[in-house]
């Protein structure tokens, strides 16, 4: 009886290799062999799923979004913790503080590059900061429900302002040793998204004004 090849699963090992490199050594680590060696997968198998090295990113960069899709349906459906902190929660995920944040921050760098050129990774990068927006928007209309944040700000303005501000501090981080000493340094990750929380609504309020 010939065996069951779960396509899917496969495809995503070989990713996780591909993110486990980025992380650990950086983009130019990522080669057919080097990613066949981290995934135990021989190089005609990975072959198979992925023609290139720049398949191989794109596949990484997928997989980093569903990744951190997962972690936003987690932290919005915990139980007992409020729209602010679960804001606060959803801003740090980004931040690279592990090895899984930062392969994230890494090949979304790289295809932000290429998404300047290329219409295709342009796609791919504006499809997950529309999601990343629509999970941040939900959670800033529910702290305006609870009168936690002002009703009268936009939300909408709230929302690109804090992940615009989030992504840059990310960016900032792996390009920049002394942003990533400060985001690294005790409790000062979260006052940096407290800041930013608190930057974004009263800016939003300014503007609304």
């Known amino acids: 009886m010939p065996k069951i090849v779960d396509h899917d699963e496969r495809r995503q090992t070989l990713a996780d290799a591909v993110l486990a490199l ?44 569903d990744i951190q899709g997962d972690l936003y349906r987690t932290i919005l459906e915990e139980e007992g913790t409020g729209p602010i902190e679960k804001l606060r929660n959803i801003t740090a995920s980004i931040l690279p503080l592990d090895e899984r944040r930062l392969a994230m921050t890494r090949v979304f760098l790289f295809f932000y590059a290429e998404g300047a050129a290329e219409d295709t990774a342009r796609g791919e990068i504006a499809g997950f900061l529309a999601r990343w927006r629509g999970v941040v928007r939900a959670t800033v209309v529910a702290a305006q429900r609870e009168g936690i944040v002002s009703a009268d700000l936009d939300a909408d303005a709230v929302t690109v302002a804090l992940v615009a501000l989030t992504d840059g501090l990310a960016l900032q981080a792996i390009l920049d040793p002394v942003v990533m000493e400060a985001i690294s340094t005790g409790d000062t990750a979260a006052r940096c998204v407290d800041a930013a929380v608190r930057r974004t609504t009263e800016e939003a309020g300014a503007v609304g004004t």
């Open 22 to 65: 980025i992380a650990r050594e950086g983009i130019s680590a990522v080669t057919t062999r080097a990613v066949a060696e981290e995934s135990g997968w021989s190089t005609g198998v990975l072959n198979h799923y992925f023609g290139s090295r720049h398949e191989l990113l794109l596949g990484a960069l997928r997989r980093a979004g």
